[in-house]
């Protein structure tokens, strides 16, 4: 099984109303669960706090169901969604996102010029080695653009590289990384912190190149 099928897997157990949540273990310990009941949610506390930073064209990278980039598109705010798993681009164009089934280290349409880029539900994450997504999310930014990032509340362990899935062969490239852990892969990928906050429970940064 593929990465891309253990989150077809996941959305489609969410379709069908049975338990989609799984966790994956990293070898140093650290452990992590992926709730993707929550992400195919119409909105989560704390939302807020990602939509209204985005005021131009904006792209979702890891957008899942789509509800950020519905939300966006509702607002009148300009908004593509990108995510790896085909089955979580079907829901988002149900849903009315536009959303592309895309690796963020592929081709993209818009690079070096969206305004905003979410790496939201920890997104941050994704490939397992923060600092190369990172450097890749500035490269899709033009200039004076601003990546938002969700991250783990400060003082949470921060690891990264590949992890057993519970009940899956699959190893997945993942990471965790606290908001406290941000500015070494950040300076790594060439970005500043231009500021940080929390709202619901949930910590936002918002970079941009240095």
Known sequence: MSVAALFDAAFGNVVSGRTA???VR?????VHRFEPERWCQDALPGDEALLETCTGPT?????GPGRLVVALTAAGTPALGIDASPAAVRIARARGAAALCRDVFGPLPGAGRWRHLLLADGNVGIGGD???????CRDLIGPGGRIHAELAAPGTPSWAGRTAVAG??????????????LAAPAAAAGLRVLH???EAGRWFATLAAR
Do not use: K, N
């Open 196 to 198: 940080t906050r929390t």
């Open 21 to 23: 949540t799984f966790t």
């Open 26 to 30: 990293h070898p140093a310990g650290g």
């Open 168 to 181: 899956s062969p699959v190893r997945l490239p993942w990471a965790v990384l606290a908001l406290d852990r």
């Open 59 to 63: 792209i979702d990278v890891g957008c």
């Open 130 to 136: 923060p600092a190369r997504l990172l450097a890749r």
